[in-house]
């Protein structure tokens, strides 16, 4: 069906499989016309992701023809726009989207400044978050999470810790605050403290599984524990074999012990299960 395709894709898209999602999405549309706006903006989204910038605009435009009121479109058109460092087709689209679906703004800013943390644009990333999403209180929760995200990002760790747990106070069942948390207390090297948020986002999402055994293998490792980063690895691996990271992180712990061969072998393991070459 329809939705089986796209679910298959959002997983694809999710974990990076990106010709994998395209052909999904498109076969979702295909059976479904109503699909077709937000397949094309999440197309557009992964051409970005692949510096493919024309055919971005171009799939973002046309998830807009097939429905002016999709908010879909329009974020995947500011996408390009901050791409491209034209803040004036992001204000253009902002304002298009307000006069057609006032009621999407919030979810528009919030999407916008996620994308400005992607990037690496912390300042104008807390700038949206502090001026839009804070205000809205359907996001509050999230906007703090995010911001707290940002500031860490920063090292101003203090400031961070602070505006995490007011996400908490705003929404104790936040499991991605829970996750932030925990990426703090990597940052600080609190190994009990990165256990207990990662075990109290894992209980909320357990889908986070895997990132979790990332953090927690981290900071076992820069506690100089390599038999629990190991494990927390290999468990990783285990969960998503398919996941390119958690092979990189065990690659490089046997190459920090000078066990090349070990390495190796994982690298070897990697490029089987992921596609990737160590060569």
Same mark, same amino acid.
């Given at each position: 069906?329809?939705?089986?395709?796209?679910? &298959?894709?959002?997983?694809?898209?999710?974990?990076? +499989?990106?010709?994998?999602?395209?052909?999904?999405?498109?076969?979702?549309?295909?059976?479904?016309?109503?699909?077709?706006?937000?397949?094309?903006?999440?197309?557009?989204?992964?051409? &970005?992701?692949?510096?493919?910038?024309?055919?971005?605009?171009?799939?973002?435009?046309?998830?807009?023809?097939?429905?002016? %009121?999709?908010?879909?479109?329009?974020?995947?058109?500011?996408?390009?726009?901050?791409?491209?460092?034209?803040?004036?087709?992001?204000?253009?689209?902002?304002?298009? /989207?307000?006069?057609?679906?006032?009621?999407?703004?919030?979810?528009?800013?919030?999407?916008?400044?996620?994308?400005?943390?992607?990037?690496?644009? !912390? %300042?104008?990333?807390?700038?949206? !978050?502090?001026?839009?999403?804070?205000?809205? #209180?359907?996001?509050?929760?999230?906007? !703090?999470?995010?911001?707290?995200? *940002?500031? =860490?990002?920063?090292?101003?760790?203090?400031?961070?810790?602070?505006? =995490?747990?007011?996400?908490?106070? *705003?929404?104790?069942?936040?499991?991605?605050?829970?996750?932030?948390?925990?990426?703090?207390?990597?940052?600080?090297?609190? /190994?009990?403290?990165?256990?207990?948020?990662?075990?109290?986002?894992?209980?909320?999402?357990? *889908?986070?599984?895997?990132?979790?055994?990332?953090?927690?293998? *981290?900071?076992?490792?820069?506690?100089?524990?390599?038999?629990?980063?190991?494990?927390? !690895?290999?468990?990783?691996?285990?969960?998503?074999?398919?996941?390119?990271?958690?092979?990189? +992180?065990?690659?490089?712990?046997?190459?920090?012990?000078?066990?090349?061969?070990?390495?190796?072998?994982?690298?070897?393991?990697?490029?089987? #299960?992921?596609?990737?070459?160590?060569?």
């Amino acid at each position: 069906t329809a939705d089986a395709y796209l679910y &298959l894709a959002m997983l694809d898209k999710d974990e990076e +499989n990106w010709n994998d999602a395209v052909t999904n999405y498109l076969k979702a549309a295909e059976i479904a016309s109503d699909f077709a706006s937000f397949v094309y903006a999440q197309i557009a989204e992964i051409y &970005l992701e692949q510096k493919d910038y024309e055919n971005a605009a171009e799939l973002a435009k046309r998830s807009i023809l097939f429905d002016a %009121e999709q908010v879909d479109g329009y974020l995947a058109l500011a996408y390009f726009g901050i791409s491209q460092d034209n803040e004036k087709l992001v204000q253009k689209v902002k304002e298009r /989207l307000q006069s057609i679906a006032p009621d999407r703004l919030c979810d528009f800013d919030c999407a916008l400044g996620d994308y400005r943390l992607k990037r690496g644009e !912390y %300042e104008r990333a807390k700038q949206v !978050y502090c001026d839009y999403c804070i205000k809205c #209180s359907s996001k509050k929760a999230d906007a !703090y999470v995010h911001l707290g995200l *940002t500031l =860490l990002k920063q090292k101003q760790y203090g400031e961070a810790s602070k505006q =995490l747990k007011k996400a908490l106070q *705003t929404d104790s069942t936040n499991a991605e605050a829970y996750a932030a948390l925990g990426q703090l207390y990597v940052a600080q090297g609190e /190994l009990k403290r990165v256990i207990d948020e990662y075990k109290h986002a894992v209980e909320l999402e357990p *889908t986070g599984k895997y990132d979790a055994c990332l953090e927690i293998g *981290t900071a076992y490792e820069t506690k100089g524990d390599f038999h629990s980063a190991t494990q927390q !690895y290999r468990e990783a691996i285990n969960l998503s074999p398919w996941r390119l990271e958690a092979y990189l +992180n065990l690659a490089t712990l046997f190459v920090e012990q000078d066990q090349l061969e070990v390495a190796k072998e994982i690298y070897r393991q990697a490029k089987d #299960s992921t596609g990737y070459s160590y060569s």
